[in-house]
């Protein structure tokens, strides 16, 4: 039946699409994953003309604009701000990977629909068999052409069966398949997001080292004037 045959299209269209969606999801992953490293490894000069010269907008370009000093934050704020950028980025992330999990579930609803569409041209075919042999028993025929006849007839409504039970296996598979290919993207977004606090970690405890300096700076400082006023006094 031309319906089933284009169900099955259907449903190899929608397994390689889910497949397309996950690999670039993938691809992605692993560009941002690449930055992350460069960005981890690069001089603080340097990250400024890393983050500029690129030609795509990173996930995570507020979270390098606020290691950059590019968004004046308090100090008691930007702990804050850097959490919620966080959670948006993790969304941003998993919601790239909504459509190929709704195309894994839908293969298996495309197959179930295979199955009953099969089934429905089988019974009518069935129908149509029966209501043959009910007008041949009537008439004076020989048996084994009778036979014959049904056994031809009985062809259309096997492979009405055949082509239901192929477009169940094919959703079934195809969604397993796509399914384990998403598990593997997700393993890879969960390790991009340790990634991410691993960075927010290593920039705060930076941060942190320069917080003394700074205060050492300070007071080395207000020593010095008190020590010029002390002289001019004296």
């Not at 492979?159 to 384990?180: D, N, Q």
């Not at 941060?207 to 020590?227: D, L, M």
Request: hydrophobic share 45%.
């Amino acid at each position: 039946c031309s319906s089933d045959l284009e169900l099955i299209y259907v449903i190899f269209g929608t397994f390689f699409t889910g497949v397309f969606l996950s690999t670039v999801t993938l691809y992605r992953y692993s560009v941002e994953g690449n930055l992350m490293f460069l960005w981890l490894h690069a001089a603080e000069k340097h990250r400024y003309q890393l983050i500029k010269q690129l030609k795509w907008r990173t996930y995570f370009m507020p979270i390098y604009q606020i290691f950059l000093g590019h968004r004046s934050l308090q100090e008691k704020s930007q702990q804050a701000i850097i959490e919620q950028e966080m959670d948006a980025i993790q969304e941003r992330l998993n919601d790239r990977l909504v459509l190929p999990q709704y195309l894994s579930g839908a293969l298996v609803g495309l197959g179930l629909v295979g199955t009953f569409i099969g089934l429905l041209g089988t019974l009518e075919d069935l129908g149509k068999l029966f209501g043959a042999l009910v007008q041949t028993s009537n008439v004076d025929v020989n048996p084994a052409e009778i036979f014959t006849d049904m056994v031809r007839r009985l062809q259309d409504p096997m492979r009405g069966m055949g082509t239901a039970f192929v477009a169940s296996l094919y959703g079934l598979f195809g969604s397993l398949l796509l399914g384990l290919q998403i598990l593997a993207v997700e393993k890879v977004g969960h390790s991009l997001s340790n990634q991410l606090h691993a960075l927010v970690r290593h920039a705060q405890a930076v941060e942190e080292r320069k917080i003394p300096t700074a205060v050492q700076q300070q007071v080395i400082g207000q020593e010095f004037h008190v020590r010029a006023l002390q002289q001019i006094v004296e």
